[in-house]
């Protein structure tokens, strides 16, 4: 059975002040999955575009921004690359004011933590995820104990691993750190204000999404 890599990464923040433009009512979770035959071809089709596009940079979503015509240029570069990806958007708003995924950063982390760790280990029991650096992102940090803390075979055939890496060197975090800003583009309102009518990103992402 081929290994499957899960590389995770987050657009949006815990917040519910939704007056102030810098706080989202998205929460997106993003996992780019890689079968591990396909890892290499992956890795090296992102390193080129790293220097062509970004200077040898990370791939990041906000460094492209607002500019429309570049994010697209990019994602043709990169969706006939062989990944799929698995996306979880979480419409903060909908949220009960009185529960405790409202009122606790960690709650709501873990709530969301709950929902792609479950969806990810039922649909792979052959799986290495990958989440960027612990320290530097509090969602990885939080998903990093959630997962050691839940972890446990769910077969005798089970195998899974988990990695946390620095997304300077992990060129597939970058990816879903683009796929995540893009698809904040597709749901978050003050953004897709700013796509031209002739720029479907879900469209483009269709193909790739898995659920």
């Known amino acids: 059975m081929d290994k499957m890599f899960a590389y995770l990464d987050e657009c949006g923040a815990y917040g519910f002040n939704f007056t102030t ?5 998205k929460f997106i979770v ?30 990041k979503s906000n460094r492209i921004k607002g500019n429309q015509e570049r994010r697209v240029r990019i994602l043709n570069r990169v969706l006939h690359l062989p990944f799929n990806i698995l996306a979880l958007v979480v419409d903060k708003r909908s949220l009960f004011i009185d529960s405790g995924i409202y009122k606790s950063k960690k709650t709501f982390y873990k709530f969301i933590n709950q929902l792609i760790y479950k969806e990810l280990r039922a649909s792979y029991q052959n799986i290495r995820i990958v989440t960027d650096k612990v320290g530097e992102h509090e969602f990885a940090d939080e998903f990093t104990k959630y ?41 978050e309102e003050n953004k897709k204000k700013s796509v031209p009518a002739n720029i479907d990103y879900k469209k483009m992402l269709d193909k790739k999404l898995l659920n």
């Open 21 to 25: 433009k810098s706080n989202s009512t």
């Open 30 to 59: 993003v996992a780019v999955l890689v079968k591990e035959t396909d890892v290499d071809t992956v890795k090296n089709a992102l390193s080129i575009i790293r220097e062509d596009e970004f200077s040898g940079s990370e791939i």
């Open 147 to 187: 997962v050691k803390k839940n972890r446990k075979p769910i077969s005798l055939f089970d195998e899974e691993e988990f990695d946390v890496m620095d997304s300077k060197s992990e060129n597939a975090v970058q990816l879903a750190d683009l796929i995540a800003g893009t698809l904040s583009y597709v749901y």
